[in-house]
């Protein structure tokens, strides 16, 4: 088959807002912009407000405190000033990103993964990794600094390959790990490691996971997985069907090379499955994908829609 593109981002980087990076440097800015600022609030679940019609519903920021708070993240300028914050409990309608993002529009679905991995790295850089002294905020949430040397940590985004494995032609290889239940499939994924460039990695992972030697690793885009802070990094490559499949690492606990008419019938069909739903129906199809969320469902797309 031809070669094969998005259409569009993936969901979560289709956003333009502006990250207006000057304003995070000039703390008198920062205030003087509060009082009519916006705040998104998050509990540690990762759920976040919604309105009736499931989009972001933030909170003015005078209602949270006369001033940002320490640990406010400054997000964007948009008509306003917007914020996020880690809160303990919210009221009324939430959602979670994993089920409610696709119901954002582009930008309110890049500011939620924003607000998401940039409190999530928080959560767990409290203390400087070189001597394990006390970490704060600074720079509008963009850093952590070392209370006694000054010294700034930078927030940490995790590269991750994803790739949708291909044979040239009508089948793709989907993978299901081990912990999930049958019917599950996804593309195959892995993080990438230190001293390896990306198309390794995409050999790498795949040979690790399902025994094949993939060729042709091409890139097609990438998308934030804030769970909690990756960058997905989409490929496609080329692997031959009649090569044993074998479980190196015990990751994956069982891989299929589908048709394209498959998983087109499952696309239709609107099935998606998540990792909190029950487990699924044993006489239903034999084929569920990926939430419209993520960059898996995609790379899945893009494949079965592209001309053989």
């Not at 609030?41 to 759920?47: E, K, L, T, V």
Request: with cysteine; aromatic share 8%; hydrophobic share 40%.
């Amino acid at each position: 088959m031809g070669a094969f593109v998005f259409d569009q981002p993936p969901l979560l980087s289709r956003g333009t807002f502006d990250r207006a990076d000057e304003i995070r440097d000039d703390p008198a800015r920062m205030v003087s912009g509060w009082s009519t600022a916006r705040v998104l609030p998050i509990d540690p679940a990762g759920r976040y407000p919604v309105t009736e019609e499931r989009a972001l519903r933030w909170r003015p920021a005078v209602e949270i405190a006369d001033a940002p708070p320490q640990d406010a993240v400054f997000l964007a300028h948009t008509d306003t000033d917007l914020w996020a914050l880690r809160v303990e409990t919210l009221d009324g309608r939430t959602a979670d990103a994993r089920r409610g993002a696709a119901r954002l529009s582009a930008d309110e679905a890049g500011l939620l993964a924003t607000a998401l991995g940039i409190l999530n790295w928080h959560a767990r850089a409290q203390f400087s990794p070189v001597d394990g002294g006390a970490t704060r905020p600074a720079r509008g949430g963009w850093v952590r600094r070392h209370v006694e040397t000054g010294e700034d940590e930078f927030p940490r985004t995790d590269p991750a390959i994803i790739t949708v494995v291909h044979d040239g032609a009508d089948q793709i290889l989907l993978g299901r790990q081990a912990v999930w239940p049958a019917r599950w499939y996804s593309t195959l994924a892995g993080f990438v490691e230190p001293g390896e460039s990306l198309e390794q990695c995409v050999i790498r992972e795949v040979h690790e996971e399902v025994g094949i030697t993939v060729t042709d690793p091409r890139y097609l885009g990438s998308q934030p997985w804030p769970f909690p802070r990756s960058l997905m990094l989409g490929f496609a490559a080329v692997g031959d069907p009649s090569e044993p499949l074998r479980f190196l690492d015990g990751e994956i606990g069982d891989a299929v090379w589908f048709h394209r008419d498959e998983v087109l019938e499952a696309l239709a069909r609107g099935d998606e499955w998540q990792r909190d739903d029950p487990e699924p129906d044993a006489d239903g199809p034999r084929l569920l994908l990926p939430g419209s969320i993520s960059i898996a469902h995609a790379l899945i797309t893009t494949w079965a829609h592209a001309t053989p």
